[in-house]
């Protein structure tokens, strides 16, 4: 988990991840509900890091599981869970970033 990381955040490399990431985003996603923490934490690490750079791979059912996790009783899992739900939710996309109103100004968040 903590190799992959990296190599999400490289521009060089994200493109050539997709492949990988559509296999074997399933076992990524239900790795969060690992038993041990340190596993959950980074497996939702690298789910944020997948967010991040291949926004339309995370299904809506994914992203629930990793939502359930911000009331997890372990604080770093929880803290994690709380990152990437700040990252879904509240970081504007590409396709957003644009808007803009009808007197033609940018819409802020």
Do not use: W
């Amino acid at each position: 988990m903590q190799a992959l990381i990296p190599l999400y955040e490289s521009e060089e490399l994200k493109s050539k991840l997709e492949l990988f990431t559509s296999k074997f985003k399933d076992r990524i996603v239900s790795m969060t509900l690992d038993r041990d923490y340190d596993v959950a934490v980074q497996a939702v690490r690298l789910v944020i890091s997948i967010l991040k750079h291949h926004r339309d791979i995370l299904t809506d059912k994914d992203c629930e599981h990793v939502y359930e996790l911000v009331y997890s009783s372990h604080r770093a899992v929880a803290q994690a869970a709380g990152e990437f739900l700040n990252e879904r939710l509240f970081t504007p996309d590409e396709d957003c970033a644009n808007l803009r109103t009808l007197r033609g100004t940018h819409l802020s968040n």
